[in-house]
Nanobody, 124 residues
C-alpha cells in the first residue's frame, strides 16, 4: 500500500504562486511516475502534470504549460507542483497519484493510488 498526502493549497490572489507537495508513505514510489490532477466543482478530474521517476521527463496539460512545474525528491518520497501566475480558472482540488507502469499520462484510470487532495482557490 502507498499513502499519498497533499499539502500546500490555499487561497491566493490571481497572479500569485503556490507550491503543492505530495508526500508518500508505505511502499516507496521512487520507481513510479507520478501525476497531478485537478477537479473543479461540477467538472471532471483532469490531468495537469506528470513526472517520471528519474525526473528526466515531465508532461503538462496545454492549459498549464509555462506556469506549472512538476518536480520530485525521491530521497524524501515527495513530489511537488509549483504553480505560478495563478488564474481564477485554476481553482480546484489538486490531487497527486501514482501512475501504473506503461500507462497513459492523461487518464485517471492509469493511476492506482491517490491522495485526498488539497484545495486551491484563486481570487480575481
Amino acid at each position: 500500500q502507498v499513502q499519498l498526502e497533499e499539502s500546500g493549497g490555499g487561497l491566493v490572489q490571481a497572479g500569485g504562486s503556490l507550491r503543492l507537495s505530495c508526500a508518500a508513505s508505505g511502499r516507496t514510489f521512487s520507481r513510479n511516475s507520478m501525476g497531478w490532477f485537478r477537479q473543479a466543482p461540477g467538472k471532471e478530474r483532469e490531468f495537469v502534470a506528470g513526472i517520471t521517476w528519474s525526473s528526466e521527463t515531465t508532461v503538462y496539460a496545454d492549459a498549464v504549460k509555462g506556469r506549472f512545474t512538476a518536480s520530485r525528491d525521491n530521497s524524501k518520497d515527495t513530489v511537488y507542483l509549483q504553480i505560478n501566475n495563478l488564474k481564477p480558472e485554476d481553482t480546484a482540488v489538486y490531487y497527486c497519484a501514482r501512475k501504473r507502469v506503461g500507462s497513459s499520462w492523461y487518464q485517471a484510470a492509469s493511476y492506482d493510488y491517490w491522495g485526498q487532495g488539497t484545495q486551491v482557490t484563486v481570487s480575481s
